[in-house]
């Protein structure tokens, strides 16, 4: 490549010459905590260098305003797909009449112009203002391949149900997951985390077959593992989202590799009512199942959720509120962060108002060291990833070196001998009297390496203890299901079709809250119960939007969320609180909201307060 000339692929390559080469490198990094360990800063690099370019992303700067020639090495043509559109943009279907009708709004055709007259970047809109619809018009405009990019498995059944209906694509649609990898197709589907895994070992062929990339849910795309995928495809890219920016602030990673928001449209047509509900409820630590505690002595949210899956007193508050807005003709969704909490009190509402008289999910019983030992000898089976583990041991016995030797040589020992650390152990001590260290400094190490080998044996013995668990609740959860009559569940455990089923057809669905907050299709959903508070202004965006579409005939949209009386719980209701009162003009806001039952509010009690709330 000519050093004085830049060149656009799947990045934009600089010649150094023209750059500020430290400066712009230190622009393109960024450092920000670790998911599982905020004490850690994990540091991302925005660009990569050869002897005479310097590569940036795509959308860092724009093209046409640098001071060099740029030569684009994107491909010049793709396969023309002939797919045909039944999409009228701006329009709706009303079930009753079997009719589409116009909305009177305009925000799809001036988002599909906005996006003909770019070269790839963000579309924001509000839940239910047609993402969806418009990303697949232009995907039929553009006539060319189409790699459809959602979060998870719920959301491509979702998109695959919705292109069947709007869209007649030859050959049908393609799919990348597990060992799948129908890729030669006018539009294929596939996860965040398949290309993620993927991305950077697909062969070029694959890569330059999209001229169009759509990541659903964009604001997922800087996570670690799904980055890859911003700058695999050399096509026009396109992200979706309602809340672009992150809380972390690495949205600049979507920036910089695919573009800016090119439309946005955030208003919403029904505002919804917002009520937070003061339960009173305290926790009883005195209590030896009251786990909610880290090991430093601090509440831990997780394990708080978790507990409110045991808390029978707090499901039938609950249920008690989602049986009086269905008995007013409403919809609802219950959503909480704990799996144990949505299966107890789907299993609750099927005992309290279907035919269900059986155990919940908590009644499951922890399995014992003596039924796996029993199932071990039983069957010989080892659990798949106990297997992996034992792999890992191996290897790690194989590359035991003692740091200080002069003599690196491995020791050898057949394969069979290999797979018991205790037989390195022995060899290693074998081979002490070659040495001249001190015989303490060799005890210590033999201390230290057997104490790892504790450490390994217990891992693969909480392997085994966990596996079985959730082969136990898998069960449970598959035995269940032809039970729930008159309820829906959406956990990971529940296929996605029935997941999809449910929201359909039942008056109550309860479900894991990423399963509510994000993608859920559901203009009937009036009303959203919220069992496990959080903080960000983002999640609680997308929350609104779950009600909030429009469809005539429609109740009020109105939004709980159960305040108990818990420090970090009140703590991230108040922050919702502010989030509502500062919210923009612009966006809607800003949002008011009662709190009822709360110690001096003069709302009076909840009770008093519930066929207002969940009536008309």
């Not at 809380?247 to 590799?257: L, Q, R, S, T």
Request: glycine share 8%.
């Amino acid at each position: 490549m000519d050093p004085n000339t830049g060149y656009v692929s799947t990045w934009l390559w600089i010649p150094k010459s023209f750059v500020n080469l430290e400066g712009t490198k230190n622009a393109l990094t960024f450092s920000f905590p670790d998911p599982y360990n905020a004490s850690v800063a994990r540091t991302i690099c925005l660009w990569r260098e050869t002897d005479n370019h310097l590569l940036v992303p795509r959308s860092f700067w724009k093209v046409k305003e640098l001071p060099f020639r740029v030569v684009d090495l994107r491909p010049k043509s793709y396969t023309r797909t002939n797919i045909a559109s039944k999409i009228k943009l701006d329009h709706r279907f009303d079930v009753k009449r079997g009719i589409l009708f116009p909305t009177g709004d305009v925000v799809q055709q001036k988002s599909i112009d906005a996006l003909l007259a770019s070269i790839g970047g963000g579309l924001q809109l509000a839940c239910g203002k047609g993402k969806t619809i418009v990303s697949l018009e232009y995907a039929t405009r553009l006539q060319v391949p189409t790699l459809i990019v959602v979060p998870d498995t719920q959301l491509l059944e979702q998109w695959q149900n919705v292109i069947k209906e709007v869209l007649d694509v030859p050959g049908g649609v393609g799919l990348i997951q597990g060992d799948k990898f129908d890729w030669q197709k006018s539009i294929v589907m596939t996860t965040y985390h398949t290309l993620g895994a993927r991305a950077e070992s697909l062969p070029q062929e694959v890569l330059e077959w999209f001229g169009l990339v759509i990541w659903d849910e964009g604001h997922h795309i800087p996570a670690l593992t799904f980055a890859p995928s911003a700058h695999a495809f050399p096509g026009t890219r396109l992200y979706l989202t309602a809340t672009p920016e992150r809380d972390d602030g690495m949205h600049i990673v979507v920036e910089y590799h695919i573009g800016d928001v090119l439309y946005k449209d955030l208003s919403q047509d029904l505002k919804p009512k917002m009520f937070f509900r003061w339960t009173g409820l305290q926790l009883d630590e005195s209590d030896p199942s009251t786990n909610v505690r880290a090991g430093n002595g601090e509440l831990h949210m997780s394990m708080i959720s978790s507990h409110f899956g045991k808390w029978i007193a707090r499901m039938t508050m609950i249920l008690e509120d989602a049986k009086t807005a269905v008995d007013n003709g409403r919809k609802v969704l219950v959503l909480s962060n704990s799996e144990a909490e949505i299966i107890n009190m789907a299993m609750l509402w099927e005992t309290l108002y279907g035919d269900y008289d059986g155990d919940l999910f908590s009644d499951i019983p922890e399995p014992s060291i003596e039924t796996i030992i029993e199932a071990l000898e039983t069957d010989g089976n080892v659990p798949a990833d106990v297997v992996a583990a034992e792999a890992k041991r191996n290897m790690w016995a194989r590359n035991i070196r003692l740091k200080g030797c002069k003599d690196p040589k491995p020791i050898e020992l057949s394969d069979a001998e290999y797979t018991n650390v205790s037989v390195v152990l022995e060899a290693l001590k074998a081979r002490l009297p070659s040495y001249h260290y001190g015989e303490k400094a060799w005890e210590d190490t033999f201390v230290r390496i057997e104490a790892y080998q504790k450490d390994l044996d217990m891992h693969d013995l909480f392997g085994m203890l966990r596996l079985e668990l959730d082969r136990r609740q898998k069960r449970f959860i598959k035995e269940s299901l032809p039970k729930m009559k008159t309820c829906g569940v959406m956990v990971h455990k529940v296929p996605p079709a029935q997941r999809t089923a449910f929201i359909k057809k039942m008056p109550v669905v309860f479900a894991i809250t990423k399963y509510g907050k994000e993608g859920l299709d559901s203009p009937d959903l009036d009303t959203v119960l919220v069992s496990s508070p959080f903080s960000s202004r983002n999640g609680l965006q997308q929350l609104m939007g779950r009600p909030t579409r429009t469809k005539e005939g429609k109740k009020t949209p109105t939004i709980v969320f159960y305040v108990d009386n818990i420090g970090p719980l009140i703590g991230m209701c108040k922050k919702l609180m502010k989030h509502l009162r500062d919210w923009s003009h612009e966006e809607g806001g800003p949002f008011d909201y009662e709190q009822i039952g709360q110690p001096g509010s003069g709302m009076g009690s909840w009770e008093q307060n519930r066929a207002r709330i969940f009536g008309p």
